[in-house]
């Protein structure tokens, strides 16, 4: 069993940076793949990032790349989201997932899943 709960989220300025966290507990962290995803209100959970268990490889959805970077520490059991250059359109609840071996773009791979942390951009 996995626990994955999310914090950091909150309000900020278009073009401002926020970082979200996600803290993880229950198996070694490192057996599993992470990622984020977001949703925003009326539209599916969307794709946001992933990251292998040692953090060798990354994957970003076309939305977000070159403003978010997906980063983990093994050691502390943390999975990290930097957001920069937000936009209005990025505001969602942002989620994070684990998923034992590889990671997938498609939120139906992942089995555990945190609660969920409000990112709020306004214009």
């Known amino acids: 069993q996995v626990q994955l709960v999310e914090s950091g989220g909150g309000l900020v300025q278009a073009g401002g940076s926020l970082r979200v966290s996600c803290a993880a507990s229950g198996r070694p962290f490192y057996s599993y793949s992470m990622a984020w995803f977001r949703q925003a209100p009326g539209k599916e959970r969307d794709f946001v990032a992933a990251?292998?268990?040692?953090?060798?490889?990354?994957s970003y959805a076309d939305s977000v790349k070159a403003r978010f970077t997906i980063s983990r520490d093994n050691a502390k059991n943390t999975l990290y989201l930097q957001m920069n250059s937000l936009k209005p359109e990025d505001t969602a609840v942002y989620y994070c997932?684990?998923?034992?071996?590889?990671?997938?773009?498609?939120?139906?791979?992942?089995?555990?899943w945190g609660q969920g942390t409000q990112v709020t951009v306004s214009s």
């Open positions: 990251i292998s268990g040692s953090g060798g490889s990354t």
């Open positions: 997932a684990a998923i034992f071996g590889g990671y997938y773009s498609q939120a139906r791979y992942y089995r555990y």
